[in-house]
Every structure is written in structure tokens, then in C-alpha cells.
């Protein structure tokens, strides 16, 4: 243990000490909450007893959670501790392996009344908190009477004590009697109304950069046509010095000991940044053509940056490197290493912005120390600064260089002080006229929509403070999640869930309306890492992991085999029921939890599958087991199966290749993990059939959030003017903002709620000149939807809208200002096929254990005559039904320009661009094109897509658009023996001029 760690131990000791020899001035008060679930009352708040046993816990999410103590007298308050979440003698054992702070409240503030308001107690606000006691320490005292806690955490919270220290304030009054204005909120499911005014009055901006954080980025992989789809405008890019520009590949020079000496070099190498004696680029160049690994995030550096430029989407370059050490040496290597990975991105990918070190401030991350970061902005940024001008130079390139920085984890307002009060000293100390990082970046997780109502404004103001000439810089979170993995991996939502994108979708709203300049999503898709090696649950997009596993496809040596176990019937675990209905549930007071599937005869097994815990999804179980192995039957006894052992597993199911193949006919599951196990199904897969050992990186759906995320880039990327847009409700849960695109003549129209209830709107636009009959079209993201269209009709005569949102709601309406009366357009040639052949229905099946009946539908459309290129809008409709309506059945629907096929001819064999073993469209970004996703249910109903940018950008003559249930994602089966109905004759394109 250093000296700095114990230091701070005796220091919490000695103040535990002297808290325990005051006393407890909150002890037995009054107290009041917004909210209380039942059999916790908020008097356990002020009980004396520390424990999970003796909590307050809030009835629902409705944030803000607010706790006022009236203290009675008033007092010199010197300190304040916050008891929250679980202490860890109190944990069962299924929550002992959950992060640091997974129970307790993420982030709250402490207040004061000072006589006339509610003020903050100084120093005392928390962001991401993860302790389970928070300690605040006055001096000088703050003299009240009443505290005040206000957390703003979107989900049920709990505090098992707050306590307050102090002394009597001498010659103070008796304050006023107790008078509360908290009232227990009422929750409550009746449908709402509201009006919603927009003016002409121009409120601010849309956000600069809506972006994600990149995944993986492979050639002949699908990603592009994701990315595409996605809207987003710009992507974080992950490189590393020590892959990109390892240090053998520039001069590293010992006898470097002067800023004159470091600045002559400098000046010789820019002179010729291509041919010169420090960057040796014969070894850098052939690097960016190879797939690096080295990171979380595979790809092929070349061709990400080529395909982000044809995207047109700007790159954020994060490159990586602690290696910061005061001496000219260093800095010269340094500065070469930058300037070369930059140089190369701006010429190759016309990038211009560039990060230096991911988190510097995190202890995994970095650490960097703030000094030492500063004086690596001030080299770095030279560096990329001289290089984006070098390549301007050389190519005539106008690209304008940006340094992004400091990209923190978390709130560290001593960093983005230091950081700003430094930001106009170069490297050799002396004063400049501007500033050395152009765009402030920080990252932020674990907070709710409300908890960023003034976040960007409160770091706005940090920065001006501290800037030398006060000035204020674009603000930017260049890594933010609603949760950060750690937590999310352990909850039951998921990012399909209402919970979780409704307050993802808040989150745009308010930074948007703080001011905030972008917003990158972490992240692109669920890539695997060491602490995640099957996925982390965070991902927007579902892609395989170098891997396509597809289990259905794959015979199950063990279904239906016999099974004893430790304890309990076992016969469900082979029964190919995945549910949780299905399941074993073992003895809890056994050390050792086993099953034992008897295979009847030998049997050579590759792989096998386990699902354990509740079945919420790929990722989701809190309740699955945390340590299992799998044994064999040999003749001398039990044997583990290698590379069967798993340890701190992190998933619901988990898919395991034999590291070599075992001849059995009996395989046993263990576990020791303390407590009732639950297992749901166990598959054994014979050597040979399983995944193909072809690298696929290729996306394979889109979850809610990647929608959400969807709808807000195409409504409000890219620096639109916002227009002031009024609620006639104050509610925290409803968001409406509206931005205006000159480049597409189309107001967008963002409506968010988050409650349990129906909101039934009224729009007034009537303000913005909208032409009386031009489309209203409705995108919408909730519990039935994926982001599908709906025509709300054509805007009335009083321009106003009549809109309902369903409880959890995501909409976004795009209204163009002026267009022509729409063009219906009938389906050329449609034809229903399928992998047995027989009659063409219209059908869209997946049947992975049988492939035979797998079903795909193509509808293609002559756009000659259209004049699509001026077109305001194009709406695909097809009118269909899912065979049942247990739940929605979702779909794919791509786009295929200038496809040639008649109906009579078509089957799965000349099917353009469809798999010929499976259904699973092909070349998605280069000749197919994501159109979207469509949900049946098993009434018959109409279903639109707004397919404007895909057919105006690559269809010339006519487009075929297919329908298509592709497998997602390991183990689904959710629409096993299901198939979706396709009503002949109704698929149509409405083609709207401008």
C-alpha cells in the first residue's frame, strides 16, 4: 500500500472517529419524499440503523427523487454522510459480483434553505457515484435548519441513512414551523393532453455532430450499409500509437535536449512531410492495410477511412499514448508519432479532428496526471495542427483542423478547469492569441434524460471561468450511454428497452437545448473485449463477433437425452425450451450444483450452449450463473472439457468451442456458485457442425436505441436552427423540439415522452409557412415499433396535427414545407419465394433448423418518369400480418437499385443478391441498401418506411426492395414456426414533389 492510500485511510478513519464523537443531528427528524414504495418508509432515512434492512427506497423512476430533513433548530452543518445502496456484509451472494456501485444512487446534490431558496451545499454535487457512503466535509460551516437531497436518477433509489454534523448556531431564531411543498407523487396511467406551439422565432441549434463510438470496420463486411442507414455524420475512430506509429518508425534521438534544437527538426520535416529522415513511412504505409486487432475495435484502417469519407461521415481520429514525459526527447518522438498518424488519416480520410488519450484521468485508461496531459496537448496539438496544414498544402485540401480534448471519464471539474486555463500556452511557454483545443470533450454514463437539464451549461461555465479570455468553447460528449456496460450488463433492461431509449432520446433533447455541440453513442455495435469476450450489451447495432453462430442450424446431440441432477427434475434442460417456464432450479444448500445428460451412446461433441438465469435476452441475467465448467465421461473417470471453464461469466447463454474435439456418451455441468442456480437449456453439437471458421464481422440488426439514435441524426444533425416550440404542460418526461433543413426543405419535429400513459397532442405549426397539404410522416420508436413510418395525412387547413403517443414513446415527424400532391406508385413485379420452391405466396419466414422453409418476399418498382431526384419525399407501404399475434414480427427490408427479375422466373437460387443456403441478403452497402424495419402483428394493417434518401441517392430506373428475416443474433428463435403475410397487390410508393 503507497503512502497516498495511507494517508487516506487514516484520514476516513480519523474522520469516522470524530463523526461518531458528534452527534447526529438529523437523528429522528421530519421527513419528507416525493415518492415511497411500500414497506419502506422515509423515516428509515433518519432511523440510526445503516442497513438495506432499515432503507427508504423511491416508488418509481420519476426523477427528480427529493429528500427534505427538517432539522428543527438551526445548526453550523460541518458535514453531511449519505448512506446509499448495499453495504457489502449485507449482500446476498448474487449480489456480491456486481460493479463497484451498482446499488447505489448515481447522482444526487445536497441543498440547504437559506431562508428564502433551496441552495447548494458547496462542493456537492455527485456524478457516477460509486460508493456506498458519501462523505461531505464543510469549512467554513453552512448555518441552517433544513437539508435537502435531489437525485435525478431515472430509476427506483434507496438511501439507508443520511446524517448531518454540526453545532448549534448561537443567537439564531426558532425557524418557522415545518412546511413541506413535497407531496408523494401519484403515478398514474390516464391518457394526458397537451399543445405544442411552434413559433418562427429561431431558439438556437441543433447539435453540430450526431455519432457513434465505431465498432468493428472490416472490408466485404456490411457496416458501411449500416452506418449509412444509421444518419449519423460522424464516427470516433479508435487507433492506437503503439499499432499505428510505433516508435521504431520515427527518429527517437537522446541527444535532443533544446526547444531551438526541437523546433529546427520540426521545421526540416514539414518541409518534406512524405520524404524525410525522422517518419519512416515504408514501414507505416503497408500497417493500414492490414486488419489490426489490437484493440476492441478490429479493422482495417484504410478502409474505414475510405469508407467513412464516401459516406461523407467526419471522423473523430482517437488516438492513443501516455507515454508524456517532460524532455525535449520525448516530446520530439511524440510529436513525429502524431503528426505522422495524422497526416496520413487527413490525406487518406479528409479527417480533421483529433483526440490524444482516451479518459487520461481514468485509472484503467490512462492514468495521466493533469500537468502531464496539458503538456501533451501542447505538443500533440501542434503536431495535428501542422499536419492537417501540410496536407492542405501538398493536396489543396481545405480541411480545418480541430483538437478535441480532454475527453475525460466522468465528472472532473478540476480537469476541465486546468485544462482550459492552460489552453493558450504553447509548448514553449509562452502566451498565444488562440486557443490549443478547439472542441472540450467529456464522457458521461449512468445518468437519466433530467440529469443533463444543465449539465452542458454547468461545464460551459467551468470553461469560461477559467479561460484566459473567457471565452467559451463547442462542448461535446464523445463517449455517453444511458448506463456504462458494467451496470447495463447486470439489469434487466436491454437496448431495446421502452425504459432505456425513452431517456436515451431525453438525453439528446436537453443537450441539444444546453447548447451542446455533438454527441457520439457508445457504442456502434456489441464488439467483444477482455472483460467482455461474448459482447458488451451496450451496442446499438448486433454484429458477430468475428464469428456467426447460428445454433438452430446445428444438430442437438443432447435434445430430449435424460438428465440427473444435484437436485430437483432436470428434464426441461434438454427439451429445447428456452423459457423460463423451461427450467431447472437447483437445491440452494448444496456446495456443488450438477446436471448430468446422458448422451445414450458415444457421441464426438465440438461445442455446446448453456443458458442459465432468466430469459431476458443475449445479455440480460442478473440471476445467471457466475462459474460453471462442463466434464466428460472417459473411461477412468470424470475430465473436464478444455476450454469449457468459465469464470465471472457475464451472459444469459454462452457458446463454447472444444479447444479439441471429446468421444463421450455423458457430459456434466458444474457449478459451486452459492444460492438456488437456474438453467434453462443445455445443447451438444457434434465436432464439425458449428460456426464456420470464415472471419464475420458483419451487423445483424439494429436494436431500439440504434433508432432512436436513427431518428434524432436525420431530424438534427448538423447545426439546423432550432425554432422555440412550446408545451403547454410543465412535465420533465415530454420533449419536443423542432429544427428546420435547408438542404431538404423538411422541418423535423422531435417528440419524446416518457411516461406510463397516452399523451394526445396538438401541434401548431402555423407559424412556419407550411404549405396546406404536404405530408406529415411520422417515424416512431416504442414497445410495437421499430422505427416505421405512419402518414398522418396531410397537413389541415389550420395547420395543427392531432398526434398520440403511445406510453414510452419516440417520434419524429418530418413535415416538408412545400410538396405536390403525392404519386402512387403500384409494385411492378412481386413475388414470394422460398427455399423448398412451390406456389410464390408473399411470405417472409425463418426457419434456421429447417431451412426449407424459409421465406422471402421481393417487390420491385419502375421509377422511370418519377423525377425522383426532385422529390420531397418517397414512402414505401405493403398492407400484411404476422401469423399469430403472440408478439410483433420484426423484419428487414433492404433496398436493391436497378435489380432486373420478373416474378414468374424468381426463385431462391437467381433471387438478386439473397444467400442461396439461408435468408440473408447480401453485399448490404454495396448493392443492397438497409431501407429499415417493419413489425407485423397478426392484424392486418397497413406498414410504411420513409425510404427518401436511399432511393434519391442510389436508384436510377427502379429499386426491389426485399423483406427478410434475418437470423440477429446467437440463439434466436423468437419467431420460431411464425411468418409474416404479405397481402397481394398492396405494396405502393407515394412519391411527394417539391
Known amino acids: 500500500m ?39 418508509s422515509a423515516a428509515n432515512i433518519v432511523d440510526g440503523k445503516i442497513s438495506r434492512h432499515a432503507r427508504w427506497e423511491a416508488a418509481n423512476g420519476k426523477a427528480p427523487h427529493i429528500i427534505e430533513i427538517d432539522l428543527k433548530k438551526y445548526y453550523n452543518i460541518n458535514e453531511l454522510r449519505i448512506h446509499t445502496g448495499i453495504a457489502d456484509a449485507e449482500k446476498r451472494p448474487d449480489e456480491t459480483t456486481q460493479a463497484a456501485g451498482f446499488w447505489s444512487m448515481k447522482n444526487f446534490k445536497m441543498q440547504y434553505w437559506d431562508d428564502a431558496n433551496w441552495s447548494d451545499f458547496p462542493k456537492s454535487e455527485v456524478h457516477e457515484n460509486r460508493l456506498v457512503t458519501v462523505v461531505f466535509k464543510y469549512s467554513p460551516t453552512v448555518t441552517t435548519y433544513k437539508i435537502r437531497l435531489v437525485c435525478d436518477d431515472g430509476e427506483p433509489v434507496n438511501v439507508m441513512e443520511i446524517e448531518a454534523f454540526g453545532t448549534p448556531a448561537a443567537n439564531m431564531p426558532e425557524p418557522p414551523a415545518a412546511t413541506s411543498s413535497l407531496q408523494v407523487q401519484e403515478v398514474s396511467t390516464a391518457p394526458r393532453q397537451a399543445v405544442i406551439t411552434v413559433s418562427n422565432q429561431i431558439s438556437g441549434a441543433s447539435l453540430q455532430y450526431v455519432g457513434y463510438n465505431q465498432g468493428y470496420y472490416m472490408p466485404r463486411s456490411n457496416v458501411s450499409g449500416w452506418v449509412e442507414y444509421s444518419q449519423v455524420n460522424s464516427f470516433r475512430v479508435w487507433a492506437s500509437m503503439n499499432a499505428f506509429v510505433p516508435e521504431k518508425s520515427v527518429q527517437v534521438d537522446k541527444t535532443l535536449q533544446s526547444v531551438e534544437e526541437f523546433d529546427k527538426r520540426k521545421a526540416e520535416l514539414r518541409a518534406n512531410p512524405e520524404h524525410n529522415r525522422f517518419i519512416k513511412w515504408e514501414q507505416l504505409l503497408p500497417l493500414y492495410d492490414l486488419p489490426d486487432s489490437s484493440s476492441t475495435n478490429a479493422m482495417v484502417f484504410n478502409y474505414a477511412l475510405t469508407e467513412l469519407k464516401r459516406l461523407d461521415v467526419d471522423v473523430v481520429l482517437q488516438m492513443g499514448s501516455t507515454d508524456f514525459k517532460d524532455n525535449w526527447e520525448n516530446k520530439w518522438k511524440q510529436w513525429q508519432r502524431y503528426y505522422a498518424l495524422a497526416y496520413h488519416a487527413a490525406r487518406k480520410g479528409n479527417v480533421a479532428m483529433f483526440a490524444m488519450q482516451n479518459e487520461p484521468n481514468h485509472r484503467n485508461s490512462g492514468p495521466m496526471q493533469l500537468d502531464q496531459w496539458i503538456m ?15 496536407v492542405n498544402k ?11 480534448g480532454p475527453v475525460t471519464a466522468g465528472q472532473n471539474t478540476d480537469w476541465w478547469a486546468g485544462v482550459a486555463r492552460a489552453i493558450r500556452t504553447d509548448y514553449h511557454g509562452k502566451k498565444v492569441g488562440k486557443d490549443l483545443l478547439e472542441i472540450f470533450s467529456t464522457h458521461s454514463y449512468n445518468s437519466p434524460a433530467v440529469g443533463y437539464a444543465s449539465r452542458i451549461n454547468n461545464i460551459r461555465s467551468i470553461i469560461q471561468e477559467n479561460h484566459p479570455a473567457g471565452n467559451p468553447l463547442p462542448i461535446a460528449y464523445t463517449e455517453i450511454g444511458r448506463w456504462m456496460n458494467a451496470y447495463l450488463i447486470d439489469k434487466e433492461e436491454t437496448m431495446d428497452s421502452p425504459s432505456l431509449f425513452t431517456e436515451w432520446a431525453g438525453i439528446y433533447t436537453n443537450n441539444m437545448k444546453n447548447g451542446g455541440y455533438g454527441m457520439w453513442a457508445f457504442k456502434f455495435a456489441n464488439t467483444a473485449s477482455g472483460p467482455y469476450p461474448r459482447g458488451i450489451k451496450s451496442g446499438h447495432h448486433f454484429i458477430w463477433q468475428g464469428r456467426r453462430i447460428v445454433e438452430d442450424a446445428y444438430r442437438n446431440l443432447a435434445l430430449n437425452k435424460p438428465v440427473r441432477s444435484s437436485g430437483g427434475d432436470a428434464a426441461a434442460v434438454t427439451d429445447n425450451d428456452k423459457s423460463n417456464q423451461s427450467a431447472w432450479t437447483s437445491d440452494s444448500s448444496a456446495a456443488e450444483k450438477w446436471l448430468e445428460i446422458d448422451l445414450g451412446t458415444p457421441q464426438t461433441l465440438g461445442s455446446a450452449v448453456i443458458y442459465t438465469g432468466s ?14 465448467r462442463l466434464q466428460y465421461a472417459a473411461a477412468d473417470g470424470w475430465k473436464d472439457i478444455t476450454g469449457t471453464a468459465v469464470e465471472n461469466n457475464k451472459y444469459a447463454q454462452v457458446f463454447s468451442s472444444f479447444t479439441q474435439p471429446v468421444t463421450t456418451g455423458k457430459v456434466r455441468f458444474i457449478s459451486t456458485d452459492k444460492g438456488s442456480l437456474t438453467v434453462r437449456e443445455i445443447k451438444l453439437f457434434a465436432a464439425g457442425d458449428g460456426p464456420s471458421l470464415q472471419p464475420n464481422y458483419n451487423v445483424s440488426g439494429i436494436q431500439r436505441t440504434g433508432e432512436v439514435v436513427r431518428l434524432f441524426a436525420k431530424g438534427f444533425r448538423g447545426s439546423r436552427p432550432l425554432y422555440e416550440t412550446i408545451t403547454s404542460v410543465n412535465d420533465s418526461g415530454l420533449d419536443a423540439c423542432t429544427a428546420y433543413d435547408e438542404k431538404t426543405g423538411n422541418y423535423y419535429i422531435w417528440l419524446v415522452q416518457r411516461g406510463p400513459f397516452e399523451y394526445r397532442l396538438q401541434l401548431d405549426v402555423s407559424a412556419l409557412g407550411i404549405t396546406t397539404s404536404t405530408p406529415v410522416i411520422a417515424e416512431t420508436v416504442n414497445a410495437e415499433k421499430y422505427g416505421e413510418a405512419s402518414l398522418l395525412g396531410p397537413l389541415a387547413a389550420n395547420k395543427k396535427i392531432d398526434v398520440t403517443l403511445p406510453p414510452q414513446t419516440v417520434m419524429l415527424l418530418t413535415i416538408p414545407k412545400h410538396a405536390k400532391a403525392a404519386r402512387p406508385l403500384k409494385a411492378a413485379a412481386e413475388a414470394g419465394i422460398s427455399m423448398q420452391g412451390g406456389p410464390k405466396q408473399l411470405q417472409v419466414q425463418l426457419d434456421a433448423a429447417t431451412p426449407s422453409n424459409n421465406q422471402v418476399t421481393y417487390l420491385r418498382f419502375n421509377l422511370a418518369g418519377q423525377n425522383i431526384p426532385q422529390a420531397a419525399r418517397v414512402l414505401l407501404r405493403v398492407n400484411g400480418r404476422s401469423s399469430d399475434n403472440s408478439r410483433p414480427f420484426r423484419l428487414h427490408v433492404y433496398g436493391i437499385p436497378n ?12 433471387a438478386p443478391l439473397l444467400n442461396r443456403k439461408e435468408a440473408l441478403v447480401e453485399e448490404v452497402g454495396r448493392n443492397a441498401f438497409v431501407a429499415g424495419e417493419l413489425a407485423f402483428t397478426g392484424t392486418a394493417a397497413d406498414h410504411w418506411l420513409d425510404v427518401t434518401e436511399l432511393v434519391k441517392k442510389h436508384a436510377a430506373s427502379d429499386i426491389t426492395f426485399v423483406l427478410v428475416r434475418e437470423t440477429r443474433q446467437l440463439g434466436d428463435d423468437e419467431d420460431k414456426g411464425r411468418r409474416v403475410i404479405i397481402t397481394p397487390g398492396s405494396a405502393e410508393i407515394f412519391v411527394w414533389g417539391k
Open 2 to 40: 503507497n503512502a497516498k492510500i495511507l494517508f487516506f485511510s487514516y484520514s476516513l478513519l480519523a474522520g469516522l472517529h470524530a463523526a461518531a464523537q458528534q452527534q447526529n443531528l438529523a437523528l429522528h427528524k421530519p421527513v419528507a419524499v416525493t415518492s415511497q414504495a411500500p414497506g419502506s
Open 376 to 390: 501533451g496537448m501542447q505538443v500533440v496539438s501542434d503536431a495535428i495542427h501542422a499536419a492537417v496544414e501540410d
Open 394 to 404: 501538398k493536396y489543396g485540401t481545405r480541411l480545418v483542423p480541430k483538437f478535441v
Open 615 to 628: 430469459d431476458g435476452g443475449v445479455y440480460t441475467a442478473p440471476d445467471r450463473i457466475r462459474n460453471f
Open 899 to 910: 435489380s432486373k427479375w420478373s416474378a414468374a422466373s424468381l426463385n431462391w437460387q437467381n
